[in-house]
């Protein structure tokens, strides 16, 4: 009997192994461990055995089913690991294939700009105000020491709307507003950034509308040299870390004394090429102290008060950063410009 | 301005100091060099030679054979020009040199005879055209007898010059000649100043005898002085300084009128000579030019003048218009004898606005506009005189016959060393800063604890302590202004509200793939009509348009969104998104300014998702419009009472065209173009939307909780009803939500359909409903009943019946 079941269990584990798939498996599964197979049946045919005989042949009959089943049970894992291959395999792809993208768009560059310049002055403890574009011209000249008869008040130059109010032709207007907002008690600390007009035509480098950013820093003793440090960070900010700015005298009839701002040139390194005109800088803002009329006529006292004040050109800077060489991109709106500006 | 190296030196001495090193030192200190001028870079080989024989090409009439002697050869020359034949010292290029526009010289042959190098003209070494004298066009250079056979041309005639093109602050007008730009160059570089030259002979004859002046209107003319030199010889002036006025960008005329606009130049003071004899009268009367009074001025043109206008008369007629232009009945001709000199000084704004009426402006009056130094008018007609009788043979009558007191010009400004270094944040010591005073030719008295500094009378443009601290700046050098930061309290800057909320409105329609546009303010008044979102009220018009289209201020962002459309469309992007945010303007009746308010636009045209190997394309409709306005205004906080109605509004579809309303106000429109409208204006379809953008931007709440995750789990119901086609979605949603009660936690539509499997004019809507109860888990029995309760009022409200 115990001869049998070993051969039974050699024969069992032979058809195991020459079964070719999971069907054949079952099949002998059923045919060595089914109720009607043959280890069933020995087990069956116990009652006839002796006493000391039935648990010897009891216990090989377990064996050798056990072992059967395991042999059935790897023979089944293999056959399932293979299947889940072949699955795989079938679905692979090409992932080179491209994406079901997220299409984002894109700020104007201009926006871009206008922002990143705000950043950085914000950091610098500025705030940021706003005002009209349709302006008095008491703002827009008067309270920015352009007394009437000034050349820059040429009714050519400027869209007026009627006589005192026209588009305001710089964000200096601001200024104004926001000293005479203060009655007087300082600090003001202001970046104004806005759209701005004046009677010009249209061209490469000139545009009937653009944008100003307009800034202001009053308070006690503010000094030139704090102009230079704030500028030398902003620049260093802006521009990147490896540039430095020179200031020139210049003059704005708002601020005296009158500085322009250069930077040295990024194509060059300041050894001078076309993009400078050779001289290694380029300018990209004027500024200056407050004129003392200018913080007496909007209510400060400038026995007391002191400050600088800047202003700078959107798209100049725009160019400037992007390599832009004409205007007109800025507000015809091309997507194919635009869509550039993604990353920015 | 236009300033020659070898001129500024006859005022200061610039050894040792290159062209380049000066321009540096000028931007440094103010006065920006935009640009050197070389005109002669590279021209090598353009020397004096001396026509030793000439005589007619065998084959040409107009071709004269020259022998030159260059000095170490002699070469033989043909020459077209028509003065060669009695020409005697020229300038010759040899073969070799390049001349501007690259023009190579060589050794050839013209008609048979051979030629070895070319006798020049002026426009031929770089001189521009207009700037030729009438009589040397087209002839070859004349040099005089002392220019040395086989020596540098270029060298005689001062060609080899450099020039500074100076771009001046309009506070500068002091520099809008040599001398003021000499002075400014002594300060910098603390050399001394030379004066020019004016002591002229004497003569036993008075002016005062000859010629009488009166001014009418002192106010225009507050100084007007006149100077007789008689006997003059008109010719052309000197070579060198031909070439001075050359180089300064003027045109060389004859010795009278050259030496009037050498003078300007030089002293920056307007000279006008006009010829005694053809005056008219004896004596000159300045006033206002009547309405309607003419007179021909010397380009020859006839000029309408005004009561605006000054003019020079002779007692009857205008001999000039004041600053701007000399009339052309007594302009110095060739036979001109006797000068009467004028230097005077005229209103800067009438002056300006005179020159600007009349297109004429010009040297001088762009220096009269500006305003004159007042001790340099005297000095600047004997200056004049001085050269006329050097250079035109002339004799100068003794003294000036003056009308008008000559603006005395005292300025004197205090300052203390204290104002100076907490203003610039240097550390300057008193003995430095009154150097730098002294260097600039200011005066300065010391009064204990501050200085009082006269003022030259050159300088108009300093005038507070505030100007003293910039030209101590400029001189002392900005770069050497240490670099400091700022020492007041500080204080977190920040955004306001409002630009918060505007940033990130814009961060969402970029992220939804919208791409940012900015267009002009100004249209036209027929495109400011369009798309209005408040009713009709009048255009704010600027008053001098440049064009019909730029002639009022929008009202409206989108006419000029549907522009940058149409623009990409022309150019083939044919998938368009964009959007503009910005100030629209409307009257503000009883306001001085227009109100001004921030609108958000939208515009999209072709594919909102391009088709790609896994998915079809999507074109833009409606719903994409709607649903980015939808996703916006959720961006900007509003979640409530924010509702859709079908609108009519001109141009836009009156099928697909909605109203955005938030609590009952309309706050814009979304829509399709009118078919119509689009097709006149070569729009493509186009879905388009315009909001008020300041409705929308709420304070943010800053009291925002959190709503706490349930704890009993929600339960779904789906259903369909089948209603009229017409009931929109909007009211079935209202029923569903009115029917639920309590428990609905969203409603979500599905599916929409129309079609075979229906009766024609019903649709049938397909929802998803979701339940909860906060409290305890809902059980199927209460749903079943708000389930029934909802169907039952579908129906009884608006006949609807559940889709099987
Ligand atoms: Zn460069």
């Keep these: ?344 | 301005m236009l300033v020659s190296y070898q001129w500024l030196q006859d005022y200061v001495d610039l050894s040792g100091v290159s062209p380049e090193e000066v321009a540096e030192l000028l931007t440094r200190g103010g006065l920006e060099v935009d640009h050197i001028h070389r005109y002669h870079d590279g021209m090598d080989g353009v020397v004096v030679g001396k026509i030793t024989d000439s005589g007619p090409h065998p084959d040409a009439d107009k071709l004269t054979i020259c022998q030159v002697d260059l000095g170490d050869q002699s070469s033989q020359i043909i020459c077209g020009a028509t003065n060669a034949p009695k020409a005697s010292k020229v300038v010759v290029a040899k073969p070799g040199t390049v001349l501007p526009g690259n023009r190579v010289i060589e050794a050839t042959e013209i008609r048979g005879q051979k030629s070895e190098g070319m006798i020049c003209a002026l426009d031929e070494l770089g001189v521009s055209e207009n700037l030729v004298s009438k009589e040397q066009q087209d002839l070859i250079i004349e040099l005089p007898d002392d220019a040395e056979v086989g020596s540098d041309a270029l060298e005689y005639l001062g060609l080899n010059d450099v020039v500074l093109e100076i771009d001046l602050t309009p506070n500068r007008s002091d520099a809008l000649s040599m001398l003021g730009v000499a002075y400014d160059i002594s300060a910098l570089l603390d050399r001394p100043i030379k004066v020019p030259e004016i002591e002229h002979g004497a003569v036993r004859k008075n002016a005062i005898d000859q010629v009488s002046v009166t001014v009418e209107a002192g106010v225009d003319v507050p100084y007007y002085g006149a100077k007789i030199i008689n006997k003059v010889t008109i010719a052309p002036s000197p070579l060198w300084m031909q070439m001075r006025l050359v180089a300064a960008g003027m045109r060389p005329v004859n010795n009278v009128v050259d030496i009037t606009n050498y003078v300007m130049l030089e002293t920056g003071q307007p000279l006008h000579a006009f010829d005694y004899d053809r005056f008219g009268s004896k004596e000159i009367v300045t006033r206002r030019a009547y309405a309607g009074e003419t007179m021909t001025t010397l380009d020859e043109q006839v000029r309408t003048l005004n009561e605006e206008d000054i003019v020079i008369t002779n007692g009857h007629t205008p001999t000039a218009l004041a600053g701007v232009m000399g009339g052309a009945s007594c302009e110095v001709i060739e036979t001109t004898e006797n000068i009467l000199l004028e230097a005077a000084q005229f209103d800067p704004v009438r002056v300006r606005n005179t020159a600007k009426r009349t297109n004429l402006r010009s040297e001088s009056s762009t220096r009269f506009e500006k305003g004159l130094d007042a001790q340099g008018t005297v000095q600047a007609a004997e200056r004049a005189a001085y050269l006329l009788e050097k250079y035109a043979g002339g004799s100068v009558l003794n003294g000036i016959v003056e009308s008008g007191e000559m603006p005395v010009f005292e300025q004197e400004v205090e300052l203390s060393l204290g104002a100076v270094n907490t203003r610039l944040g240097t550390e300057l010591d008193q003995k430095e800063t009154e150097e730098i005073l002294y260097r600039l030719g200011f005066g300065v008295e010391d009064l204990g604890d501050r200085w009082r500094i006269s003022i030259p009378s050159r300088r108009l443009d300093i005038n507070i302590q505030e100007d003293l601290i910039e030209e101590i700046a400029r001189i002392y050098g900005y770069d050497r202004i240490p670099t400091t930061y700022p020492v007041s309290e500080r204080s977190a800057g920040r955004l306001s509200n409002t630009q918060k909320l505007k940033r990130k409105a814009r961060r969402f329609l970029e992220g939804a793939g919208l791409e940012e546009a900015i267009t002009y303010s100004l249209t036209s008044e027929e495109k400011s009509k369009r798309f209005r979102l408040d009713e009709f009220s009048d255009d704010v018009r600027v008053l001098m348009p440049m064009s019909e289209e730029r002639k009022v201020l929008r009202q409206s962002l989108l006419p000029q969104l549907l522009d940058s459309i149409s623009y990409n469309k022309n150019r083939q992007n044919n998938d368009l998104a964009l959007f503009e945010m910005g100030a629209v303007f409307l009257p503000n009746p009883g306001e001085k300014l227009p109100s001004e308010l921030w609108h958000i636009a939208g515009a999209f045209s072709g594919n909102w998702t391009a088709a790609a190997w896994n998915k079809t394309a999507e074109p833009v409709d409606f719903y994409t419009a709607k649903g980015i306005v939808e996703g916006l205004l959720e961006q900007l906080g509003l979640t409530e009472g924010v509702t859709y109605r079908i609108a009519k509004r001109e141009q836009l579809h009156p099928g697909q065209s909605a109203d955005v309303l938030v609590n009952g106000q309309v706050v814009g429109f979304i829509g399709q173009l009118h078919p119509t409208f689009a097709t006149r204006e070569g729009l493509p379809v186009t879905y388009v939307f315009e909001l008020r953008g300041e409705a929308l931007l709420t304070e943010q709440d800053k009291t925002m909780r959190y709503d706490p995750l349930p704890r009993f789990p929600a339960i779904k119901r789906d259903f369909a009803v089948v209603v009229d086609a017409q009931i929109s979605a909007s009211e079935v949603q209202h029923v569903i939500y009115e029917a639920a009660g309590t428990w609905v936690k969203d409603v979500t539509l599905f599916d929409v359909y129309e079609g075979e499997h229906l009766e024609p004019g019903k649709k049938s809507l397909a929802y998803s409903v979701t339940f909860l109860n906060k409290e305890r888990t809902l059980v199927d029995e209460e749903i079943a009943k708000v389930h029934e309760t909802i169907v039952e009022r579908l129906q009884s409200k608006l006949g609807a019946s559940l889709r099987g």
């Design chain 1, 1 to 344: 009997m115990i001869d049998r079941l070993e051969e039974l269990k050699l024969e069992a584990q032979s058809a195991v192994t020459s079964s070719q798939d999971k069907k054949e498996l079952e099949q002998v599964r059923i045919n060595y461990l089914g109720k009607k197979g043959p280890i069933t049946e020995v087990l069956r045919g116990m009652g006839k055995l002796s006493a000391e005989e039935r648990p010897v042949v009891g216990q090989k009959a377990n064996e050798v089913r056990e072992a059967i089943q395991a042999s059935i049970d790897s023979k089944q894992a293999f056959f399932e690991e293979a299947e889940l291959q072949e699955k795989l395999s079938a679905e692979k792809i090409d992932v080179t294939l491209p994406g079901k993208k997220v299409e984002a768009g894109s700020p104007h560059p201009l926006t871009a700009v206008v922002e990143q310049i705000e950043d950085i002055f914000v950091g610098l403890g500025f705030e940021v105000t706003e005002g009209p574009e349709v302006e008095l011209d008491y703002y827009n000249f008067e309270m920015m020491n352009l007394p009437a008869d000034h050349p820059a008040r040429d009714m050519q130059d400027s869209f007026y709307v009627s006589e005192d109010t026209l588009l305001r032709t710089q964000t200096s207007p601001v200024q104004a507003r926001t000293l005479q907002a203060a009655k007087g008690e300082g600090p003001v600390r202001i970046i104004c950034p806005g759209k701005v007009y004046r009677r010009d035509e249209d061209d490469a480098t000139h545009s009937h509308q653009f944008m100003q950013i307009e800034g202001l820093y009053v308070d006690k003793h503010v000094r030139m040299s704090d102009l230079k440090g704030v500028f030398d960070t902003f620049v260093k900010e802006y521009f990147g870390s490896n540039r430095a700015i020179r200031l020139r005298p210049s003059y704005f009839p708002f601020t005296e004394p009158s500085a322009e701002i250069d930077v040295n040139c990024g194509v060059c390194g300041g050894d001078g090429c076309r993009v400078c005109k050779q001289s290694g800088w380029i300018e990209v803002l004027g500024s200056g102290m407050v004129h003392p009329r200018v913080l007496e006529m909007n209510g400060f006292d400038p026995n007391v008060y002191s400050g600088f004040a800047f202003g700078m050109g959107v798209e100049r800077f725009a160019m400037l950063k992007y390599g832009i060489d004409d205007i007109r991109h800025f507000y015809t709106n091309d997507t194919r410009f635009l869509s550039q500006f993604k990353h920015v």
